[in-house]
């Protein structure tokens, strides 16, 4: 079982930075490098849409087009921590984000079915 928790959400100007965090725990050690790990978003009425991911070796990484450029997704090994660095936030990134965990690495990264730990979400708005 894997426990996912996000933090670092909050209210700010159009053109400013965030940084999410992402706590992710579990039952035996080296937890990052059993996961593909992916953000994803979720504005008011509308699905959850794919954001960025990070490959388990962290050496590959994939962005939306529309966060292409502005977002960054990282990770910190020794915390057990996964990133995503908001730059030049628009009101369109207003949303829930939410972090998740893919044990079986396939290519449908960009699908939501394919994750299999969900964190509950932290909110990002953003003012015009």
């Known amino acids: 079982q894997v426990q996912l928790v996000e933090s670092g959400g909050g209210l700010v100007q159009a053109g400013a930075s965030l940084r999410l965090s992402c706590i992710v725990s579990?039952?035996?050690?080296?937890?990052?490098?059993?996961?593909?790990m992916g953000w994803f978003r979720q504005a008011p009425g509308k699905g959850r849409e794919f954001v960025g991911y990070?490959?388990?070796?962290?050496?590959?990484?994939d962005y939306a087009d529309s966060v292409k450029g502005r977002f960054t997704i990282s990770r910190d090994i020794a915390k057990n921590t996964v990133y995503l660095q908001m730059n030049s936030l628009k009101p369109e990134d207003t949303a829930v984000y939410y972090c998740?965990?893919?044990?079986?690495?396939?290519?449908?990264?960009?699908?939501?079915?394919?994750?299999?730990?969900w964190g509950l979400g932290t909110q990002v708005t953003v003012s015009s």
């Open positions: 579990g039952r035996s050690g080296r937890t990052l490098f059993r996961y593909v």
């Open positions: 998740a965990a893919d044990a079986e690495g396939g290519p449908m990264y960009r699908d939501v079915d394919a994750y299999d730990y």
């Open positions: 990070l490959s388990r070796s962290a050496r590959t990484t």
